[in-house]
């Protein structure tokens, strides 16, 4: 599986309304004991990803997490741009996701989110 599509299942397992499927995407690239942890929350383990995502989609119905960048890499440490876009189209600011892999970078070991822009100093 090449970089890109392993970060966009990734975003997939975000954006799938059916909790099975949501489950297969996450599982075919989540390492044993990765976790995820952003400003709203920290994840040990699929299944607590997995809660969370749920409890994304409950409250936001319909939503899904879309890639906006390239996936940049360098000594196994991958970062890209998403947004979180509703139903209706609109979406929250941008985010950005740092995302430590396997050595074979097969597999997805810890994700860091960051919501929004940077500040200027």
Same mark, same amino acid.
């Given at each position: 599986?090449?970089? $890109?599509?392993?970060?966009?299942? #990734?975003?997939?397992? !975000?954006?799938?309304?059916d909790?099975?499927?949501?489950?297969?995407?996450?599982? &075919?690239? !989540?390492?044993?004991?990765?976790?995820y942890?952003?400003? $709203?929350?920290?994840?040990?383990?699929?299944?607590?990803? =997995?809660?969370?995502?749920?409890?994304?989609?409950?409250r #936001?119905?319909?939503?899904r997490?879309s890639? $906006?960048?390239?996936v940049?890499?360098?000594?196994?440490?991958?970062?890209?741009?998403?947004k979180?876009? =509703?139903?209706?189209? &609109? &979406? /929250?600011?941008?985010?950005?996701?740092?995302? /430590?892999l396997?050595?074979?970078?097969?597999?997805?070991?810890?994700?860091?989110?960051?919501f929004?822009?940077?500040a200027?100093?």
């Amino acid at each position: 599986m090449s970089l $890109t599509h392993l970060i966009d299942t #990734y975003c997939a397992a !975000w954006s799938d309304q059916d909790a099975e499927r949501r489950r297969t995407l996450l599982l &075919s690239v !989540w390492g044993e004991g990765a976790t995820y942890t952003d400003p $709203t929350v920290h994840a040990d383990g699929a299944n607590d990803l =997995l809660v969370h995502i749920a409890g994304i989609q409950t409250r #936001y119905p319909g939503a899904r997490i879309s890639r $906006t960048s390239d996936v940049d890499i360098h000594h196994g440490i991958a970062r890209f741009a998403w947004k979180f876009v =509703l139903p209706d189209g &609109s &979406s /929250f600011p941008e985010g950005l996701d740092i995302a /430590f892999l396997d050595a074979g970078q097969a597999r997805i070991t810890r994700i860091i989110g960051f919501f929004g822009p940077l500040a200027i100093a």
